[in-house]
């Protein structure tokens, strides 16, 4: 399995401990150092490799069953052309057959009704305040509050569910499941997380 946008290796970890063969990557090299720590904290089995997503092919020689992009990380990509860009870069490191899983906040809610988490997945800690600073159908801006003095931003494309299913079969995956909060049955606006499960 491999894990594109690994971040701070924190799915990649999971997988592997569930007893997954991994690889990990990340187009950067603060975040892949993050994932070696973190690998050797949990004494988990991965191999971490820096390969950018849209450049994954200049890489990536192996093929997998499946690929993830996991973490709402999909969304910091701003332009159809570079959404494209990469899921085909997915496309051509699977093996016939493989899947692709990538999730999403539900954006049609927080761009129709408002930001609003239940907590349940996903979920950052009671430490920490998220709430939405800036939201328009361009980006949405997120603020991370630990404390009145320590807070992180993250600025986002609030890419919409149908929107990233049309790339998805653009690219010239098969077939697409969709979960909400990883139900099959759900309202529009009901989930948190958008999980889209694409088959080659």
Not at 67 to 82: K, Q, S, Y
Not at 126 to 148: A, C, L, R
Not at 163 to 176: D, V
Request: aromatic share 12%.
């Amino acid at each position: 399995m491999l894990d594109i946008a690994c971040g701070t290796g924190y799915h990649a970890i999971q997988l592997a401990k569930s007893g997954l063969e991994v690889k990990a990557t990340d187009g950067s090299e603060e975040m892949l150092e993050k994932t070696r720590m973190n690998a050797e904290k949990h004494d988990a089995d991965i191999e971490i490799e820096k390969a950018d997503w849209l450049n994954l092919t200049d890489v990536i020689e192996e093929r997998y069953d499946a690929v993830v992009c996991l973490g709402n990380a999909l969304t910091h990509l701003f332009h159809e052309d570079l959404y494209l860009r990469a899921i085909g870069e997915v496309y051509e490191v699977l093996n016939e057959d493989g899947i692709f899983i990538v999730d999403q906040r539900n954006y049609d809610c927080i761009l129709d009704k408002g930001y609003d988490s239940k907590h349940k997945y996903y979920y950052c800690g009671q430490e920490v305040e998220i709430e939405p600073v800036v939201v328009n159908e361009g980006m949405v801006k997120m603020q991370y509050m630990f404390s009145e003095d320590e807070r992180y931003y993250l600025t986002m494309h609030p890419i919409r569910r149908e929107e990233l299913s049309g790339y998805l079969k653009e690219t010239g995956f098969r077939r697409i499941d969709i979960y909400g909060d990883f139900e099959e049955e759900f309202d529009k606006y009901d989930p948190d997380f958008i999980i889209q499960a694409a088959y080659k």
